[in-house]
Nanobody
Framework: QVQLVESGGGLVQAGGSLRLSCAAS????????MGWFRQTPGKEREFVAA????????SFADSVKARFIISRENANNVIHLQMNNLKPEDTARYYC???????????????????WGQGTQVTVSS
């Protein structure tokens, strides 16, 4: 099993920045690509960003492209999501997720991820 714990959420004004982190523990050697998703009440969980095991391949939702940056520190089993120029529509609970399988690539599909964190709330005020 892999445990994922997110941190860094909070309240920020529009135009501001936040940096989310996700720390993994447990059977981390089984992890490969990792991603961030977000969800607001009454809506489906949606893809935000993903990164390969090596960190050299990333993928972003169109809504966050050029504003968000995803990175990982494999030595510490941590990934980050740097969120810049935040907008009220970015308000959501953000979830970290991990794929298993050594060659698994970054994916925007929820069903491709085996492990999920509990999420961290991000609120952007206008």
């Amino acid at each position: 099993q892999v445990q994922l714990v997110e941190s860094g959420g909070g309240l920020v004004q529009a135009g501001g920045s936040l940096r989310l982190s996700c720390a993994a523990s447990g059977r981390t050697l089984s992890m490969s690509a990792m991603g961030w998703f977000r969800q607001t009440p009454g809506k489906e969980r949606e893809f935000v960003a993903a990164i390969s095991w090596s960190g050299d391949v990333t993928s972003f939702a169109d809504s966050v492209k050029a504003r968000f940056i995803i990175s990982r520190e494999n030595a510490n089993n941590v990934i980050h999501l740097q969120m810049n120029n935040l907008k009220p529509e970015d308000t959501a609970r953000y979830y970290c997720a991990a794929r298993t399988g050594g060659l698994a690539s970054p994916s925007d599909r929820i069903d491709h991820y085996a492990y999920w964190g509990q999420g961290t709330q991000v609120t952007v005020s206008s």
